[in-house]
């Protein structure tokens, strides 16, 4: 990445603040001399970029080349054999008299890792085109939003009407259009950029580290941190993850090679923006006060605020076309808050992970990271960044479990430990290398090369090992249930799954037949008539306009749901049917046009989720309501919904 010049920006360190080096090598082994051209095709950041472009195809198609079934141990296995082959590979070359020394064995780990990873995952959700977590929650509001992308580039709301976007776009747009451009249904390729996205973190956190620390041990940080925290479902975040932390020690600190150029760093700041903004909100306090310490101990204090403001410029301009809409819409509409209430278990979990982790060697690392941020920030120059992040997301945890005590808003800090957890282990990798060549040296030991090849082998093989349990079916992982909720979900055009697997299937959702109703009704205008639906699926599959959300807590705050929430609970007890058919039509929110509801013996119904351990609730509505005069009733036979349109 390219250099600033800034007089702020020099390379000059105290002989302490230099990291000990314990990788293989204490430098980057590549060629040091020869042409540019020569220095640039042995770079070891195009190495993995272009091992990664070889091997991703192949990692992509592979899993589709044989039937099975996911769920079984031989899917599993067959997930595990290259990675654990490639690691017997990795630490024979890393010890052979005749490569050890080699500058490529690092990068060509790094994007084959990377590559990995798509095979994997691509493995577990064989057979099906449906995203991890399935079509229900936040997974279905993201498909949700790539359908509405499709229909139209412009930055708005999943489905409500006239609304610009709350949530990040970049993700969900790229899908979008990527689907508007290949003509196929949006949802059916969510799954696959997950994957995509959740490789490029590897490969990403390997190219931005290298930046920063030698080959070797950007290889380590990547795979110790990006794969046990891999989360395809979120793959956006968890790449946001990857850049941000990198970013902020070579924007806000002061790195030995020289900050990254104030161009490419804006660029990556609007991206995380575009992204996931969620963990500039949770390191916040952290990045004041490394700014803030960094500029008093400036040579030049004057060129280093010139160089964060032409970054924030860069940013503005790069993030603008959501940011500008989102500002000036909350300015301009009431909102309802809703997103924090009623907070699930991650308001209280996850607190101290290096104590409570669910992997022990994991807990360990981010011990010795902890406990190696205090003791070396005054020394070691990423020390300090690691330690102000880490800090800030635990206070803003504290601050904000005090403040929801008090107004029952969260502002989603139990999330924030998902950035000190990540800071923790990079931390555990970087004070390993940093202290254990002076403890060699004290010691007067010379441990042979085998044991640092070996111990970097045994790290990507287990963390690899953690990725495939917690992600396949069948595993008992952490999330193994997101990736069999995808399996589960049956076909648009009937009641089957697209792949035989042995998961209990979701209730069917007649996607095809409700689009063949709507458009029967309205023709190619279907979409812009207001719908009100009891399955969020609706969304995921068809562009439609929606007057409300299941999820309360999903709801954009200028959505007005609270209020929304009491028109549906209005709408529900008018039964005289001319009422009714005037009432829907007349809502503050627009005239509801369509109906999708579950048919019950007591009626058909329409429930939303107000929050984790909230009351249901439910709205029941009769048949008698909607008279031949005013609506067409159709009944989805074979499902359990009905749907009723609005005659014209």
Same mark, same amino acid.
């Given at each position: 990445?390219?250099?600033?010049?800034?007089?702020?920006?020099?390379?000059?360190?105290?002989?302490?603040?230099?990291?000990?080096? $314990?990788?293989?090598?204490?430098?980057?082994?590549?060629?040091?001399?020869?042409?540019?051209?020569?220095?640039?095709?042995?770079?070891?950041?195009?190495?993995?970029?272009?091992?990664?472009?070889?091997?991703?195809?192949?990692?992509?198609?592979?899993?589709?080349?044989?039937?099975? %079934?996911?769920?079984?141990?031989?899917?599993?296995?067959?997930?595990?054999?290259?990675?654990?082959?490639?690691?017997?590979?990795?630490?024979?070359?890393?010890?052979?008299?005749?490569?050890?020394?080699?500058?490529?064995?690092?990068?060509?780990?790094?994007?084959?890792?990377?590559?990995?990873?798509?095979?994997?995952?691509?493995?577990?959700?064989?057979?099906?085109?449906?995203?991890?977590?399935?079509?229900?929650?936040?997974?279905?509001?993201?498909?949700?939003?790539?359908?509405?992308?499709?229909?139209?580039?412009?930055?708005?709301?999943?489905?409500?009407?006239?609304?610009?976007?709350?949530?990040?776009?970049?993700?969900?747009?790229?899908?979008?259009?990527?689907?508007?451009?290949?003509?196929?249904?949006?949802?059916?390729?969510?799954?696959?950029?997950?994957?995509?996205?959740?490789?490029?973190?590897?490969?990403?956190?390997?190219?931005?580290?290298?930046?920063?620390?030698?080959?070797?041990?950007?290889?380590?940080?990547?795979?110790?941190?990006?794969?046990?925290?891999?989360?395809?479902?979120?793959?956006?975040?968890?790449?946001?993850?990857?850049?941000?932390?990198?970013?902020?020690?070579?924007?806000?600190?002061?790195?030995?090679?020289?900050?990254?150029?104030?161009?490419?760093?804006?660029?990556?700041?609007?991206?995380?923006?575009?992204?996931?903004?969620?963990?500039?909100?949770?390191?916040?306090?952290?990045?004041?006060?490394?700014?803030?310490?960094?500029?008093?101990?400036?040579?030049?204090?004057?060129?280093?605020?010139?160089?964060?403001?032409?970054?924030?410029?860069?940013?503005?301009?790069?993030?603008?076309?959501?940011?500008?809409?989102?500002?000036?819409?909350?300015?301009?509409?009431?909102?309802?808050?809703?997103?924090?209430?009623?907070?699930?278990?991650?308001?209280?979990?996850?607190?101290?992970?290096?104590?409570?982790?669910?992997?022990?060697?994991?807990?360990?690392?981010?011990?010795?990271?902890?406990?190696?941020?205090?003791?070396?920030?005054?020394?070691?120059?990423?020390?300090?960044?690691?330690?102000?992040?880490?800090?800030?997301?635990?206070?803003?945890?504290?601050?904000?479990?005090?403040?929801?005590?008090?107004?029952?808003?969260?502002?989603?800090?139990?999330?924030?430990?998902?950035?000190?957890?990540?800071?923790?282990?990079?931390?555990?990798?970087?004070?390993?290398?940093?202290?254990?060549?002076?403890?060699?040296?004290?010691?007067?030991?010379?441990?042979?090369?085998?044991?640092?090849?070996?111990?970097?082998?045994?790290?990507?093989?287990?963390?690899?090992?953690?990725?495939?349990?917690?992600?396949?079916?069948?595993?008992?992982?952490?999330?193994?249930?997101?990736?069999?909720?995808?399996?589960?979900?049956?076909?648009?055009?009937?009641?089957?799954?697209?792949?035989?697997?042995?998961?209990?299937?979701?209730?069917?959702?007649?996607? %095809? $037949?409700?689009? $063949?109703?709507?458009?029967?009704?309205?023709?190619?205008?279907?979409?812009?008539?207001?719908?009100?639906?009891?399955?969020?699926?609706?969304?995921?599959?068809?562009?439609?306009?929606?007057?409300?959300?299941?999820?309360?807590?999903?709801?954009?705050?200028?959505?007005?749901?609270?209020?929304?929430?009491?028109?549906?609970?209005?709408?529900?007890?008018?039964?005289?049917?001319?009422?009714?058919?005037?009432?829907?039509?007349?809502?503050?929110?627009?005239?509801?046009?369509?109906?999708?509801?579950?048919?019950?013996?007591?009626?058909?119904?329409?429930?939303?989720?107000?929050?984790?351990?909230?009351?249901?609730?439910?709205?029941?509505?009769?048949?008698?309501?909607?008279?031949?005069? %005013?609506?067409?009733?159709?009944?989805?036979?074979?499902?359990?919904?009905?749907?009723?349109?609005?005659?014209?």
């Amino acid at each position: 990445m390219t250099r600033s010049t800034s007089p702020a920006e020099s390379t000059t360190q105290p002989a302490a603040a230099v990291p000990a080096q $314990a990788a293989p090598s204490a430098v980057d082994p590549g060629p040091a001399h020869g042409s540019r051209v020569r220095r640039l095709l042995t770079s070891p950041s195009l190495i993995a970029v272009v091992v990664w472009l070889v091997a991703a195809p192949v990692a992509f198609v592979a899993p589709t080349l044989q039937e099975y %079934d996911p769920t079984r141990l031989r899917a599993w296995l067959t997930a595990l054999s290259p990675l654990f082959l490639g690691v017997l590979a990795f630490a024979g070359l890393g010890v052979w008299r005749r490569t050890r020394q080699a500058f490529w064995l690092a990068p060509v780990a790094a994007g084959a890792l990377a590559a990995w990873t798509i095979f994997a995952l691509r493995i577990a959700v064989r057979g099906t085109p449906i995203p991890f977590g399935g079509l229900w929650g936040d997974s279905g509001r993201l498909v949700a939003a790539a359908t509405r992308y499709q229909a139209s580039p412009a930055i708005a709301d999943a489905w409500i009407p006239g609304l610009s976007a709350e949530y990040p776009p970049l993700f969900p747009w790229l899908i979008g259009r990527t689907a508007a451009l290949l003509d196929t249904p949006a949802w059916r390729l969510v799954a696959d950029f997950e994957i995509l996205f959740v490789s490029l973190t590897v490969l990403v956190a390997f190219l931005l580290w290298r930046t920063l620390t030698p080959t070797w041990v950007a290889f380590a940080v990547a795979a110790a941190t990006f794969l046990p925290a891999a989360f395809p479902s979120k793959a956006y975040q968890t790449i946001t993850l990857a850049v941000f932390i990198p970013w902020v020690l070579a924007t806000l600190g002061r790195p030995p090679r020289g900050r990254w150029h104030w161009l490419a760093s804006g660029a990556l700041a609007g991206f995380i923006v575009l992204t996931y903004y969620g963990w500039v909100l949770w390191g916040a306090f952290g990045l004041v006060a490394l700014a803030w310490h960094i500029w008093r101990t400036e040579a030049d204090r004057r060129a280093y605020l010139w160089y964060l403001a032409k970054v924030a410029v860069v940013a503005a301009v790069v993030s603008a076309v959501y940011v500008v809409p989102y500002v000036w819409g909350a300015l301009a509409q009431p909102g309802q808050t809703v997103g924090d209430l009623n907070p699930g278990p991650d308001m209280h979990q996850g607190l101290f992970p290096f104590l409570e982790g669910p992997f022990p060697a994991l807990a360990v690392l981010q011990c010795i990271g902890f406990v190696g941020l205090v003791w070396l920030a005054r020394t070691q120059w990423w020390a300090k960044g690691l330690l102000a992040l880490t800090l800030s997301a635990y206070v803003f945890r504290f601050v904000f479990s005090a403040y929801f005590v008090v107004t029952e808003h969260s502002a989603l800090a139990g999330y924030a430990s998902r950035l000190s957890h990540a800071t923790l282990v990079i931390a555990g990798v970087l004070v390993l290398v940093h202290a254990v060549p002076l403890l060699v040296e004290r010691l007067h030991v010379a441990p042979p090369r085998e044991v640092l090849v070996l111990a970097l082998a045994v790290l990507v093989a287990w963390t690899g090992f953690i990725l495939t349990k917690d992600w396949l079916p069948g595993t008992n992982g952490r999330y193994s249930d997101y990736t069999q909720l995808a399996l589960a979900e049956p076909r648009t055009d009937a009641a089957e799954l697209y792949n035989a697997v042995s998961v209990p299937p979701s209730a069917w959702f007649p996607a %095809d $037949a409700i689009r $063949a109703v709507g458009e029967r009704a309205y023709g190619p205008d279907v979409a812009h008539h207001l719908s009100l639906s009891a399955d969020e699926r609706l969304y995921a599959y068809l562009p439609w306009a929606g007057y409300a959300v299941n999820e309360r807590g999903a709801a954009p705050g200028r959505a007005r749901m609270i209020d929304r929430y009491d028109e549906i609970h209005t709408l529900a007890q008018t039964r005289d049917p001319d009422q009714f058919s005037h009432a829907s039509a007349t809502t503050p929110f627009g005239a509801i046009d369509i109906f999708v509801l579950r048919r019950t013996e007591a009626g058909w119904v329409w429930e939303g989720n107000t929050g984790f351990d909230a009351p249901i609730v439910t709205e029941v509505f009769q048949p008698s309501q909607f008279q031949a005069s %005013d609506w067409d009733v159709t009944i989805l036979y074979g499902s359990d919904y009905v749907m009723i349109t609005r005659r014209s």
